[in-house]
């Protein structure tokens, strides 16, 4: 029954974006991309679905999207002005979350905001690019967010 629920979430939201990407053209087609996607990545995932907490989800999307406007903002701005600061590092960040699927969507989370790169695990150690130097409170703050998500308690959390 988890697998079903999971099965019809996943049609549902590439159902949405597909109906936001193409601005509510070819519905029928975005919904029969939609079911076939989900079953072929049904294929790939786990065993033991996550249980993800929904008011934490939406918690998380909420902080991803205003994080992510912001940050566009800031690099678009940096890009025009040059006198900006820029400073492109590499940096490894101790991650506190145990579960590999809430590593692997905080490490896709950080790729997809603006100025960060996130590009591999090692062991507990998330290897992470950036062109700010000040990243670190964001890191923890999406850390604590997916953590927060997958119901999962992060030690040495402030």
Do not use: C, N
């Not at 697998?3 to 519905?27: K, N, P």
């Not at 790169?117 to 690019?129: K, N, P, S, T, Y």
């Amino acid at each position: 029954m988890q697998r079903l629920g999971w099965f019809l979430t996943t049609i549902a939201g590439l159902f949405l974006v597909w109906a936001a990407l193409a601005e509510g053209q070819s519905l029928l087609h975005g919904l029969l991309v939609s079911v076939l996607a989900a079953a072929f990545s049904a294929w790939f995932v786990q065993a033991r679905l996550a249980r993800l907490r929904p008011l934490a989800v939406l918690r998380f999307f909420a902080v991803f999207l205003q994080r992510s406007v912001m940050g566009g903002v800031d690099v678009a701005w940096r890009a025009l002005r040059p006198s900006m600061p820029l400073h492109p590092h590499w940096l490894d960040y101790p991650l506190r979350l145990k579960d590999a699927s809430a590593r692997a969507v905080f490490l896709g989370t950080i790729s997809l905001m603006p100025g960060t790169l996130g590009a591999d695990i090692v062991g507990d150690q998330a290897r992470i690019h950036a062109i700010l130097d000040s990243v670190d409170e964001d890191l923890r703050r999406i850390e604590s967010l997916v953590a927060d998500m997958f119901g999962e308690t992060l030690e040495g959390a402030a």
